[in-house]
């Protein structure tokens, strides 16, 4: 094990596959010189130089497509987006072309294509920089979207999401880039798209939790346990294909589950669980499963109001608390 | 096409910035100022003296605005207009008081220009229910719109078709009102601005499209990130053009009355680009390897601030003292600003839910 960055996890995925396929390159805004806006891409254009490593204008939608036309002509593009929330000028590549070309020739083109960057929000940066996309394009057939927690996670799903044959959405947090933790320095280290984790093993209650969701689902989980509540938190890493079996057995033996998701909650991921518990293991539910969103409204820039929208352990200690009727 | 090594392939142009035949390469090359004297110009002395302080106003606004973010005072981003601050005077002091003005996120010189008090600025960058957006909007969404100042906005290019539209709104009720929109060099690479530059010219709409092309999009220095010259682009749409010295001005407010005027006029959209410098780095966390300490020392002797204030002395419109009288006014001004946005309260918590529909009690989802 080593530790790393999140953001030197990343990196680490990226610079070993650029490393094994020469097919791959990176593009987006700063990536090259400026060595990544938040340093992920640092040291790569002096590695791969200015073939592989290549500075975009502020373009998506022009970028995302020719990312798109790249790799449907044999290339193997990863995308830099700034944030997610620029990358709403390119969802016409993304999701009128990327997820669709294949299907409408009939199976002819491959397009096989990495859109990453940092998700949702990163403080008090207002209501245009600070949205959770992750169940939007989980919406889209011909999409694979991973949201990752950790830096050993990120590593490893990166370099699957590099060597899928399909578009993958891969996405981050500014708020995370810093943050350390221990990766396997095992050779060639692969994590399975659509393979969830148990991070945590609790009897009473099941936390789904993802991306930076997952430390909030952590935070009150410490509170809880000295509370003599044990929670079992499942980071399902990937959103689609999600590992709903993960789930279903941990509802099996904990009968409760919330579900904490950093999305607004109308149709969103913890929306899509609620439904498939109770579709797949509706006789094991002690009690109706609960969800903690962020609220169906922008994000406010005042620190003060910034803080309720944002989801707190509290509020998922409030949710547990429901679910197990201690309140 | 003759076949390359590997190596040697490249798609985005190196650095410029660098230095060649033993001078910096600029990252914008100013055109020459007005000769124009100010009395030729039709300002008055009074004129002259309120764009000064106005001036000088914007200046020290960030510039105490940084010492508040250094101190933690307040998050977010923080983009500074510093050195850019005779386009918006320039501009707004040739502008009719209810022309419509539209910008990016760098948008404090604008809003402070179109009457955003300091109180009610710096009240905004910490946040506070007394902020020009009632603390809801922060450093990049000012907004004054009974001044007609629509606001900054943070995605790049995304409010030039609102520009487009304001001026569709004016041509519609023939009120005799024109709309400017102010974006970055950067901005002009966005699909938006060449989808609004067609219907404005198709459409026949009264808009100024203005790049203030201050030579650098974040770490990216405009040669290396747009082809050929900007103002250019408007050949492609036969639109008329100009391209303005942003750091005089004189130059900015003679240039945009004329073609203020001939847009009022013949109801037919500009494109402008106006040429000008930021002296700090994109946001607060920008290390600046990208340019040369030289290059920014060269645009600093020439700083549009100390341009008008030794213009005005030469001139004699005012005496040292009286510049330092108002030197000392707005220096004044905006440390009660400071502390007024100190002991402002923050929005109230039921805020939260305010401002997202039109009706009284809308349905939230929960
Ligand atoms: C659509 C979109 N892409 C990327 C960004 C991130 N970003 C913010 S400002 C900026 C640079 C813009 O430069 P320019 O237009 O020249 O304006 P300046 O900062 O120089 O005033 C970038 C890339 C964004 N806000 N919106
Ligand atoms: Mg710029």
Not at chain 1, 202 to 216: R, S
Not at chain 2, 146 to 167: K, N, R
């Amino acid at each position: 094990m080593a530790e790393l960055q999140f953001r030197e996890a990343i990196k680490h995925a990226i610079d070993e596959e650029m490393g094994r396929d020469e097919r791959v390159f990176v593009m987006g805004e700063e990536v090259a010189e400026y060595n990544g806006a938040y340093k992920v891409t640092e040291g790569l254009l002096d590695k791969y130089g200015y073939r592989r490593v290549i500075d975009t204008p502020i373009s998506e939608l022009g970028f995302a497509g020719i990312g798109v036309g790249a790799a449907m002509n044999g290339l193997r593009p990863i995308i830099e987006f700034m944030t997610f929330n620029f990358a709403v000028l390119a969802t016409d590549q993304i999701i009128n072309h990327a997820t669709k070309v294949k299907y409408m020739t009939g199976g002819q083109i491959s397009c096989p294509i990495v859109f990453r960057g940092p998700n949702a929000s990163a403080g008090q940066l207002g209501a245009t920089h600070s949205v959770s996309y992750d169940s939007m394009y989980a919406h889209f057939p011909g999409l694979k979207v991973i949201y990752v927690s950790e830096p050993d996670d990120a590593k490893g799903l990166m370099k699957s999401a590099i060597r899928d044959d399909n578009p993958v959405i891969f996405m981050e947090s500014e708020q995370m880039y810093g943050m350390k933790g221990e990766v396997s320095d095992e050779e060639d280290y692969i994590i399975p798209i659509g393979k969830g984790k148990i991070k945590r093993e609790g009897d009473d209650v099941t936390l789904v939790a993802h991306g930076k969701m997952y430390h909030v689902a952590v935070q009150a989980a410490k509170q809880l346990a000295k509370d003599g509540i044990e929670c079992e938190i499942i980071d399902p890493r990937t959103v689609k294909p999600l590992d709903l079996p993960l789930i279903i057995e941990s509802i099996k033996k904990t009968n409760r589950c919330v579900v904490v998701d950093e999305a607004h909650p109308f149709g969103g991921l913890a929306s899509e669980i609620g439904f498939l518990i109770q579709r797949e293991a509706f006789d094991y539910l002690d009690a109706p499963v609960q969800r903690v969103c962020l609220p169906d409204v922008n994000a406010p820039f005042a620190k003060n109001l910034f803080d309720i929208w944002f989801p707190s352990p509290k509020q998922v200690i409030d949710a547990v608390n429901q679910v197990t009727y201690r309140n | 096409m003759a076949k390359k090594k590997a190596d040697d392939v490249q798609f985005a142009p190196k650095g410029v910035g660098e230095i060649k035949d033993g001078a910096v390469q600029k990252g914008v090359d100013l055109p020459p100022a007005t000769k124009k004297k100010h009395k030729d110009l039709g300002l008055s002395a009074d004129k002259l003296k309120a764009m000064y302080e106005q001036m000088y106003l914007q200046r020290r606004f960030e510039e105490r605005a940084m010492q508040q973010y250094q101190k933690g005072k307040f998050g977010g981003f923080l983009h500074l207009y510093i050195g850019q601050e005779a386009v918006s005077t320039g501009t707004v002091f040739a502008l009719n008081d209810d022309d419509d003005i539209i910008t990016a996120y760098r948008d404090h010189g604008w809003g402070l220009c179109r009457g955003i008090s300091a109180n009610e600025g710096m009240a905004e960058l910490f946040g506070k229910a007394t902020g020009c957006s009632r603390g809801k909007g922060g450093s990049m969404h000012f907004a004054k719109v009974d001044h007609h100042f629509w606001g900054g906005y943070g995605i790049v290019g995304g409010h030039i078709p609102i520009a487009g539209g304001l001026a569709f709104a004016n041509k519609y009720n023939q009120n005799d009102r024109i709309s400017t929109c102010f974006f970055g060099d950067g901005a002009v690479d966005q699909g938006a601005l060449h989808e609004t530059m067609n219907m404005a010219q198709l459409w026949k709409l009264p808009v100024i499209l203005v790049v203030e092309n201050n030579g650098y999009s974040m770490g990216t220095a405009a040669k290396r990130h747009t082809v050929a010259e900007i103002v250019d682009r408007a050949k492609g749409y036969a639109m008329k053009s100009a391209v303005i010295n942003g750091m005089d001005v004189f130059s900015v407010y003679e240039k945009m009355k004329e073609i203020a005027n001939d847009v009022r006029e013949n109801s037919e959209p500009w494109f402008v680009e106006i040429r000008t410098y930021r002296y700090r780095g994109h946001s607060m966390s920008d290390p600046q390897q990208y340019r040369s300490k030289q290059e920014l020392e060269d645009y600093q002797k020439i700083d549009p601030i100390q341009r008008l204030k030794t213009y005005i002395l030469e001139h004699k419109v005012l005496s040292e003292e009286q510049i330092k009288e108002i030197d000392d006014k707005v220096e004044q001004e905006i440390l009660d600003a400071v502390e007024f946005a100190d002991n402002s309260d923050f929005p109230k918590e039921e805020e939260l839910y305010e401002d997202m529909f039109e009706e009284d009690n809308p349905y939230f989802h929960v």
